[in-house]
T-cell receptor
């Protein structure tokens, strides 16, 4: 089954404790992206990747890191989480471009205390 | 400053009637628009898209209309069904980079 998986689905952590949210897709997609969803703001892009070892900042990259060492995986790293990073995070992938149909993971609900 | 705006946070429609969801944008360079649908506890799923060279695109019960002069697009759902109850996001791209700009979403509630 074609899918995007994210782990964990729910995470409660404390300020400053490094964490990684994993994202994996099995569709051989080149384009992958991370979004955060906040009430009243919709989806905002954090980082995206056009292919292996090619990443770029989205609208809200501060406080986040990503890597794309393999085509299928695109982890999101919070080196020192802060309460303003409490949000719902989505990973997405598409064939080659942001205007191709993007397939989204189920989301990760992160709470930073 | 939000470049893509969905001014109605929610919309309630009777089953069987037409649902019209609206989206306005400010960037005249946007040339491709997409609608995604999101159920609770799931990620968004693609619904329909339109290029700026068209003013209408239809897919079954879903039709998207684009008015470039007004920088406005709308999604029509006819007839509305209970399974259409979801949050609908409008997104736009200007083709010059790999970003999509998203609206805040409209929650559609279909009443039986």
């Amino acid at each position: 089954e074609a899918q995007v998986t994210q782990n964990p689905r729910y995470l409660i952590t404390v300020t400053g404790k490094k964490l990684t949210v994993t994202c994996s897709q099995n569709m051989n997609h080149e384009y992958m992206s991370w979004y955060r969803q906040d009430p009243g703001l919709g989806l905002r892009q954090i980082y995206y990747s056009m292919n292996v070892e090619v990443t770029d900042k989205g609208d809200v990259p501060e406080g986040y890191k990503v890597s794309r060492k393999e085509k299928r995986n695109f982890p999101l790293i919070l080196e020192s989480p802060s309460p303003n990073q409490t949000s719902l995070y989505f990973c997405a992938s598409s064939f080659a471009h942001n205007t191709d149909t993007q397939y989204f993971g189920p989301g990760t609900r992160l709470t930073v205390l | 400053d939000q470049q893509v705006k969905q001014n109605s946070p929610s919309l309630s429609v009777q089953e069987g009637r037409i649902s019209i969801l609206n989206c306005d944008y400010t960037n005249s360079m946007f040339d491709y628009f997409l609608w995604y649908k999101k159920y609770p506890a799931e990620g968004p799923t693609f619904l329909i898209s339109i290029s700026s060279i068209k003013d209408k695109n239809e897919d079954g019960r879903f039709t998207v209309f684009l008015n470039k002069s007004a920088k406005h697009l709308s999604l029509h759902i006819v007839p509305s069904q209970p399974g259409d109850s979801a949050v609908y996001f409008c997104a736009a791209s200007d083709g010059s980079n790999y970003q999509l700009i998203w609206g805040a979403g409209t929650k559609l509630i279909i009443k039986p």
